[in-house]
């Protein structure tokens, strides 16, 4: 059970808050509060709950939130009547068990990282006070690097001109390493650095515009860019590689970046009236529709998009063909494509009527479809 607790402890998202948490006693122990210490559930502490960057992140990392509530690190607080529900939809939060502090501390290296950092902090006359209590409260740590040595390059980097990208400046500071501020929200605040915005291909055939189809697969995307069949008629065909257009800040200018393909000059027009629909800039209403992999992964897929699009649901044209080969016993294994570690669907609903009727009963026999197999017939 020691390895397992240990193991749940390495999670990086887990791993977050409970430094966060860590962070707080720091500033104020637990003696001195007269309420306890809580985490809510929601996007700001949990974004991998409910904007997944890959395949079940989300399902993984409940299991293992509800797992640390059973071992008591947490009770979790909720309506009785929300118990049946996701995490992503309780409105829950985690209340942390004061008894485990120390464990914490020990597994986490916080009291030697905290006395190594203080100590190169100190080292340096730090004049802006608000830097120096933002740096004394997240310590940067870093494999075969000392606290020094990453104290002294970060306060190099603080002077220097900087880019609005995160990735970038941590690569820029941190000896090439683009990842080193990921986690660290405050730091990204701090300096006024964002993620880079979530690339879209997007292709419109013509100037009337009666559905949007997010398309799972580069290939397929550009094989239908370049078709004419009927059913991609009038269509804004999408592609934003798999889990990423789940992730809420697409729906926000400076969170994605479109790159788009028309036929013609006349089709500028409905670009940017599907932009203005895209970015939530106008009252246009477009039955939105998801194609990729028939696989649990794929379905994973199209649940983490009623996120931005409550409305999604799968596109029967490119899944009714995919439905007729499996029932013609033409598939795949899970095995047979390395996918036997994706979670099953079982009873989980998509909430998407073609999806629930359809496809995750038919999911039920493991045989798998890659969208590839599909032809573009004009």
């Keep these: 059970m020691r390895d397992d607790f ?36 929601n996007e700001k502490e949990f974004p991998e709950l409910f904007s997944p960057s890959s395949v079940d992140e989300d399902i993984v990392l409940e299991k293992r939130i509800l797992t640390l509530v059973k071992l008591g690190l947490f009770t979790l607080k909720q309506s009785k009547k929300a118990s049946f529900l996701p995490l992503v939809e309780r409105k829950a939060k985690l209340i942390f068990n004061a008894d485990f502090e120390e464990v914490l501390r020990v597994f986490y290296g916080r009291e030697e990282l905290e006395d190594a950092w203080l ?54 500071c941190f000896w090439g390493l683009s990842k080193v501020l990921d986690k660290h929200e405050t730091f990204k605040e701090y300096f006024g650095l964002e993620d880079m915005p979530i690339s879209l291909l997007i292709h419109l055939q013509s100037p009337i515009i009666e559905q949007v189809l997010f398309i799972e ?44 393909s028309v036929e013609s000059k006349d089709i500028q027009k409905s670009f940017q009236h599907f932009q203005e629909w895209f970015y939530k800039e106008n009252e246009a209403n477009f039955p939105v529709y998801f194609w990729g992999d028939f696989d649990h992964a794929g379905i994973e897929i199209l649940k983490a998009f009623k996120v931005n699009f409550e409305n999604i649901d799968a596109w029967k044209a490119g899944y009714k063909v ?26 989980k609903r998509a909430e998407c009527a073609y999806a629930d009727e359809v496809l995750i009963p038919l999911l039920e026999n493991e045989i798998f479809l890659d969208q590839e197999f599909v032809e573009m017939v004009n």
């Design 6 to 41: 240990e193991l749940l402890l390495s999670d990086l998202s887990i791993a977050k808050v409970l430094h966060k948490i860590l962070d707080k006693l720091d500033v104020q122990p637990m003696l001195e509060r007269k309420n306890s210490l809580s985490i809510a559930i």
């Design 119 to 172: 100590e190169a902090l100190d080292r340096y006359d730090i004049k802006d006070k608000q830097l120096l209590e933002l740096l004394k409260r997240n310590p940067i740590t870093i494999k075969s690097k000392s606290e020094e040595e990453i104290v002294e390059r970060l306060l190099e980097w603080v002077d220097e001109p900087k880019s609005k990208s995160a990735r970038k400046e941590s690569a820029r």
């Design 217 to 260: 697969n580069q290939d397929t995307f550009y094989e239908a860019c370049e078709s004419e069949a009927k059913a991609f008629n009038h269509t804004v065909i999408v592609y934003a590689s798999g889990f990423k257009a789940s992730a809420k800040r697409i729906r926000h200018r400076r969170g994605s970046k479109m790159y788009f």
């Design 322 to 347: 995919m439905v007729e080969a499996i029932k013609n016993d033409f598939g795949h294994t899970p095995i047979m494509a390395g996918k036997e570690r994706q979670i099953k669907q079982g009873k």
